[in-house]
């Protein structure tokens, strides 16, 4: 007779969920293993094995979300940067639809100084931006490293 999870195991959105849980449950449990192997190699058993269990599974966490944030940060500069890139290619098609409308030195001495000037506060603005991501990418992977460290003081 099927159960209500055998029916769910043939959905692939729940295949796909049973799967990641036991990828992290198989991670979680391999960790285990280690810091007990570790425990033992050093003599570390009782109270002491287990603290240093439960502070190397927080520092898996914080490492995860840390890199968490530092990929999605990465994902955001890499957006950022295609539309820098983008926007600057669509300038320069544009520029040249606008130089062929020159039709003396006049113009084209105006037409090409403003386009530099166009050029380099697009360029300026793109990088301030992307700085702003970095700032801020870094200050969410600095935070939740840090935000173990005070607890772990406060817990001292």
């Given amino acids: 007779m099927a159960t209500a999870h055998d029916t769910n195991t043939n959905n692939p959105a729940s295949r796909a969920a049973d799967s990641g849980r036991q ?5 979680a ?3 285990q293993r280690f810091t007990e192997q570790v425990s033992q190699m050093f003599s570390f058993s009782g109270d002491r094995g287990e603290e240093l269990s439960r502070q190397s599974a ?6 995860t979300e840390a890199s968490t944030a530092l990929r999605r ?3 955001e500069l890499s957006r950022e940067w295609l539309g820098l890139v983008q926007g600057s290619v669509q300038r320069n098609v544009n520029a040249v639809t606008a130089l062929s409308r020159c039709r003396s030195l006049p113009d084209f001495a105006a037409f090409q100084t403003e386009f530099m000037r166009d050029s380099l506060q697009q360029t300026i603005e793109g990088f301030r ?3 702003e991501v970095s700032t801020r990418v870094a200050d969410e992977a600095t935070q939740s490293v840090s935000k ?3 607890t772990r003081r406060r817990a001292a």
């Fill in 23 to 27: 990828s992290f449950n198989a991670a």
């Fill in 29 to 31: 449990d391999g960790a």
């Fill in 58 to 63: 927080q520092n898996l966490e914080v490492i």
């Fill in 73 to 75: 940060g990465f994902d």
């Fill in 129 to 131: 931006r992307m700085g």
């Fill in 148 to 150: 173990t460290s005070n």
